[in-house]
């Protein structure tokens, strides 16, 4: 109910799920039933929304998976850190932590933590793993963290940072100046901070795109490889719009509590991925698009948006219960890439 609710109303705080969720109880009941079941101890990620990655992940199993990693706030001052799976131009949320916090730098620890959070996910899968992040997640030990998991990764990092090449020589990204025909400077085999990680690689990445340069460390050997999933990173900005402004207002709920927020996100993320699948089956309702989406725009709609209003349009119509009950006999069946 929870879920249906979220989807069908767009809306993640306490009050207004406890107003649309349909029990034979007064409002303010509804409410208290709604907070004892996100407080309940039996309620966490490993039960209610990991087995639904999974199969998610098994969908993907014939492409490289990669993942991205950053944080937004979320609730009355709080912020989450959450790890993505890029997928078609969005971001697919799997696993997350929340702090009591403002947005900010948060911890190495909290970074570590859901990095091994990922890595139980999708142990023992055989798959080419690539991980991006930005300027927060560049840490020496993030770094050995990922090579140590047999991951590739890509990480923004500050021009300031300090490197050694291979004589020992320190030097800042900041002070080459590279040919300005050039799109990318690559700097291989140096090592990393006073920590003198690595041997990794170090990228200066001037596209015309953008008006000053991104200073990139990745353990690729291939500059283009390199700049090519960092672009995926941008991704990530798509699931905190679609679970925020553009979705389920999960940064407008008043709940403060971390652990409470870590459950509510159980079933805003639910919410997401039910409308990402359900957007993959809209061959079965292709007929019947133009209903609730613009035709000559519906190349323009993202597959969230797509899903989203399907399942509200769809909801009380005659064909609903059909449609949807054959949708949840095998809802990753229509889930691949082509």
Not at 50 to 78: K, Q, T, W
Not at 150 to 158: F, K, P, S
Not at 227 to 237: D, G, H, M, N, V
């Amino acid at each position: 109910m929870i879920v249906y609710t979220i989807i069908r109303h767009g809306e993640s705080s306490l009050e207004k799920i406890g107003r649309n969720v349909t029990l034979p109880i007064d409002k303010e009941s509804r409410v208290k039933k709604v907070k004892r079941f996100l407080d309940c101890k039996y309620v966490d990620h490993k039960t209610f929304f990991l087995p639904y990655i999974i199969h998610l992940i098994n969908a993907l199993s014939h492409i490289p998976l990669v993942f991205v990693i950053d944080g937004s706030e979320v609730g009355n001052g709080c912020t989450v850190l959450m790890i993505s799976l890029y997928y078609k131009k969005r971001g697919i949320p799997i696993c997350w932590v929340v702090k009591e916090c403002k947005k900010g730098h948060l911890p190495l620890n909290l970074h570590l933590d859901v990095i091994n959070s990922l890595s139980e996910i999708i142990r023992g899968i055989d798959q080419k793993i690539i991980f991006l992040g930005d300027g927060e997640f560049d840490h020496a030990e993030i770094q050995l963290l990922c090579a140590s998991n047999g991951w590739q990764y890509v990480l923004r990092t500050a021009k300031s940072n300090k490197f050694y090449n291979a004589q020992g020589e320190s030097f800042k990204l900041k002070d080459l100046t590279p040919d300005k025909n050039l799109t990318t400077f690559l700097l291989p085999d140096v090592e990393f901070t006073e920590n003198r990680y690595g041997p990794i690689q170090a990228l200066i990445w001037h596209s015309p795109k953008h008006k000053s340069p991104i200073y990139l460390v990745s353990n690729m050997d291939c500059a283009l490889d390199i700049t090519t999933y960092y672009k995926r990173r941008f991704s990530i900005e798509t699931i905190f719009g679609d679970i925020k402004s553009r979705g389920f207002h999960i940064h407008k709920t008043r709940i403060a509590k971390a652990d409470r927020l870590t459950n509510m996100l159980i079933f805003v993320c639910l919410a997401f991925l039910i409308c990402i699948l359900f957007e993959t089956y809209h061959t079965e309702y292709q007929s019947c698009l133009a209903l609730f989406l613009r035709k000559n725009r519906t190349d323009q709609y993202s597959l969230f948006q797509i899903g989203l209003r399907a399942l509200r349009w769809f909801s009380g119509k005659e064909m609903y219960n059909e449609l949807l009950n054959e949708f949840c006999k095998d809802p990753f069946k229509y889930f691949c890439v082509r």
